[in-house]
């Protein structure tokens, strides 16, 4: 089971940042990835860690702004999101992959959990 959390309004240039409580697994190879859908668009996959290496990706849309990271003792995974655009407006979602790889290719189709969205709106 994931959960996503901390979304809100927040000005242009602003900062906000996501956790996603992974609960349930009996297992530690997974990896768990940030995907957003803005209104009328499709899903897009922003960043993603393996949560065995801590190996971490982000969409060139992110790259620079946002960053990806675990607290394995706690089982949560954070999105730190800085400078953040009215672009980057849309619903937030973490998901897991079950024994994904170091490297492994952000796909919402590969992903096997899903937590619901918390919603990022961005002001101008």
């Known amino acids: 089971q994931l959960q996503a959390s901390g979304g809100g309004l927040v000005q242009a240039g602003g900062s906000l940042r996501l956790s996603c409580a992974v609960s349930?697994?009996?297992?530690?190879?997974?990896?768990v990835g940030w995907f957003r859908q803005a209104p009328g668009k499709e899903r897009e996959g922003i960043s993603r860690?393996?949560?065995?290496?801590?190996?971490?990706w982000y969409a060139d849309s992110v790259k620079g702004r946002f960053t990806i990271f675990s607290d394995n003792a706690k089982n949560m995974v954070y999105l730190q999101m800085n400078s953040l655009k009215p672009e980057d407006t849309a619903v937030y979602f973490c998901a897991a992959e079950i024994a994904p790889g170091s490297e492994w290719e952000l796909s919402q189709y590969e992903m096997d959990y899903w937590g619901k969205g918390t919603l990022v709106t961005v002001s101008s």
């Open positions: 860690i393996n949560r065995l290496d801590g190996n971490e």
């Open positions: 349930g697994f009996l297992f530690n190879d997974y990896g």
